[in-house]
């Protein structure tokens, strides 16, 4: 009965918050908000050089977030052991290697495991850059290859993908085609890499006695303490543990992974690229509340919004700033810099308001001054672009036309942005 009706509440939740007039989409209602300052340290002794920021204040930032926002990812002593379950050389008629991985996070075929998907440029005779990123319904959505293996962790239910009790489906092989657009990432010369995120932690509301959280509870404990990680950290310690392998693949090259999410896998997508510095860029699409967009403004999703419709993607300390976003010291602009000097872009959508395309960009711009301490151009721009506009410095953005989704569009601008890092040299 529990179990039915918090489904119900949480279910009904997202209705009405999304359309309550208590949702700002107004600008004139944008509260009066600081920003805290990241060239400045606790002790309000200003950071003036690129080695302070990376000693002392990139730490401050990095502890801030996860003991009040994500949650600590515990320290990981176990061996991990990776298995190639199947590769293919001349997959996708011709065009790819196809290498199927599953990574033993405990290093035993009987403890837990994360199967990781990749595809890498047919016939190259280097190692490839790749992006890697997870998906919401298994790998085998990602595009139409009836040699994917299907997830075999709980799923979330989408009859239209013929999901109905929590396993995946053939019928919904290549149902996120449009949002992975494989072969054109592959004919540019870089590979991809897929994990579906319910193999770390499924994103079933509330519950953390599933997924990797128990596999390191203490004696007697049955949720993540206050401080301990919440889903979108153990989405993004998984992403590093597929970083783990990439680093033995000499097919790969480690040193030019790309990370990228859409939405909560953006907000995920930036927090790996944080805690992990082997990630060479970020790419944050349409991440909203928690991800690339201001928490203080208060616009669109809230800080109280998110923590009660998704409460286990943050640490629970994280409610203490419902309602008082005023209390965060950090914010989002500071999450974005935590990249620094990497390459980092965030894309917004025009009508995904709920996301916050100005709190997006203006993140994305309050970032630059970190940048600038290491002699990089951050975001090259004042103002806010007109939408199809990207700009590019080290720190990239763009607001498209149209909804909260991943189009051709934007991996366009995210393979243009990479090559102009040099991540396919
Ligand atoms: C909800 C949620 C957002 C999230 C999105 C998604 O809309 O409120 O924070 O980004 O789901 O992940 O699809």
């Known amino acids: 009965m529990n179990r039915i009706f918090v489904l119900i509440v949480l279910i009904s939740a997202r209705v009405p918050f999304a359309q309550s007039n208590n949702v700002n989409y107004d600008e004139a209602k944008v509260p009066v908000f600081d920003l805290p300052d990241p060239l400045i340290l606790a002790d309000e002794t200003p950071v003036l050089s690129s080695q302070i920021w990376l000693e002392k204040k990139r730490p401050e930032i990095l502890t801030y977030f996860e003991e009040q926002v994500y949650g600590r990812a515990p320290r990981w002593e176990h061996q991990i052991t990776f298995q190639i379950r199947e590769q293919q050389r001349g997959a996708l008629d011709g065009t790819a290697l196809r290498r199927q991985v599953r990574i033993y996070l405990l290093g035993s075929t009987s403890g837990p495991f994360i199967d990781l998907l990749i595809y890498l440029p047919a016939g190259l005779d280097k190692p490839a850059p790749l992006f890697v990123g997870l998906n919401f319904y298994g790998n085998q959505t990602i595009i139409d290859d009836p040699a994917i293996f299907l997830p075999e962790s709980w799923v979330d239910n989408e009859p239209e993908y013929g999901i109905t009790d929590h396993k995946a489906t053939e019928a919904s092989r290549g149902v996120r085609e449009y949002r992975w657009p494989v072969r054109q990432i592959l004919a540019r010369g870089y590979g991809v890499a897929a994990i579906y995120y319910g193999d770390i932690d499924p994103d079933d509301e509330g519950r953390f006695d599933n997924g990797i959280h128990p596999w390191f509870y203490q004696p007697g404990q049955t949720h993540p303490a206050a401080d301990e990680w919440g889903a979108i950290a153990a989405w993004a310690w998984g992403l590093s543990r597929a970083m783990d392998y990439f680093q033995l693949d000499a097919d790969i090259a480690a040193d030019r992974v790309i990370v990228m999410g859409h939405s909560r896998l953006g907000k995920t997508a930036l927090w790996a690229g944080a805690t992990d510095q082997r990630f060479a860029m970020a790419i944050s699409n349409n991440s909203g509340c928690g991800g690339a967009a201001?928490?203080?403004?208060?616009?669109?999703?809230?800080?109280?919004?998110?923590?009660?419709?998704?409460?286990?993607?943050?640490?629970?300390?994280?409610?203490?700033?419902?309602?008082?976003?005023?209390?965060?010291?950090?914010?989002?602009?500071?999450?974005?810099?935590?990249?620094?000097?990497?390459?980092?872009?965030?894309?917004?959508?025009?009508?995904?308001?709920?996301?916050?395309?100005?709190?997006?960009?203006?993140?994305?711009?309050?970032?630059?001054?970190?940048?600038?301490?290491?002699?990089?151009?951050?975001?090259?721009?004042?103002e806010m672009p007109a939408v199809n506009t990207p700009v590019m410095g080290t720190i990239g953005y763009h607001i498209r036309t149209g909804v909260h989704d991943v189009t051709l569009y934007d991996w366009e601008q995210f393979m243009h942005f990479a090559d102009l890092h040099g991540m396919n040299r």
């Not at 005023?326 to 009508?351: F, T």
């Open 294 to 382: 201001l928490s203080k403004r208060r616009f669109g999703e809230t800080v109280k919004i998110i923590n009660t419709v998704f409460p286990h993607w943050f640490c629970d300390n994280f409610n203490a700033f419902n309602d008082q976003e005023e209390k965060l010291e950090v914010d989002q602009h500071e999450l974005i810099a935590l990249m620094a000097p990497r390459p980092v872009y965030v894309a917004s959508a025009q009508d995904d308001l709920w996301a916050d395309p100005r709190g997006e960009f203006l993140a994305a711009q309050a970032a630059s001054p970190v940048y600038q301490l290491f002699g990089l151009q951050g975001l090259p721009t004042e």
